[in-house]
């Protein structure tokens, strides 16, 4: 359903670096070099809001979407933008241009504040670092840029011990800062699909 969109948009932001997408609240986050700046969803693009931009956003009757998360909404700050911007490429890259910078600005803040050893987040242990180091991955940054499949492939390299997938549930949980118990069984299969691969 999100797929022409989602086409559309990848093609159209390849100006701004290394755009890709992955699935997210329901749809696909489209991230420029590591940073998600829009969601494709319902067949629409919404973009990411914050100080800079929502003022306008709501002035211009944009509308935020709404997912539900254990049967309570959940408001993003992913703003549908109107039809009409995508006849409108140069505003639309300015919005979007805007949007880069604020998802950017709060990928740094998120950083600033993140745990700086592997032990001290979510669903991880000294033991697990240990075995992260062993198999060539001793650092937060490092992590994240691997991913849980990556990072859970070399684990299985360096181990002779069979690991649990649990441990793939718990990685891909540290990497998103929560509990690896709600990492979605959407999300789930799409870890196991690409270890499959």
């Not at 000294?126 to 992260?132: P, Q, V, W």
Request: aromatic share 10%; with cysteine; net charge positive.
């Amino acid at each position: 359903m999100d797929k022409p969109t989602l086409k559309n948009t990848l093609k159209f932001f390849e100006c701004l670096g290394k755009i890709k997408s992955r699935s997210m609240f329901g749809g696909f986050g489209v991230f420029c070099d590591e940073t998600m700046f829009a969601l494709v969803v319902n067949d629409q693009l919404h973009l990411r809001a914050g100080p800079a931009n929502e003022a306008d956003f709501i002035k211009l009757s944009m509308t935020p979407y709404v997912y539900k998360k254990r049967g309570f909404p959940v408001v993003t700050k992913y703003y549908a933008v109107p039809e009409t911007w995508w006849d409108q490429s140069d505003v639309l890259m300015n919005y979007a241009n805007t949007a880069y910078a604020i998802a950017k600005d709060d990928q740094q803040e998120k950083k600033a504040a993140a745990p700086t050893r592997i032990k001290d987040l979510p669903n991880l242990r000294l033991a697990t670092e240990r075995m992260l180091k062993k198999a060539g991955i001793d650092s937060v940054e490092q992590l994240q840029t691997e991913g849980a499949v990556r990072a859970y492939q070399a684990l299985q390299k360096s181990h002779s011990d069979t690991l649990s997938l649990e441990l793939l549930w718990a990685l891909e949980g540290a990497i998103e800062g929560k509990h690896w118990s709600v990492v979605t069984p959407q999300r789930r299969d799409e870890l196991l699909e690409t270890l499959r691969q």
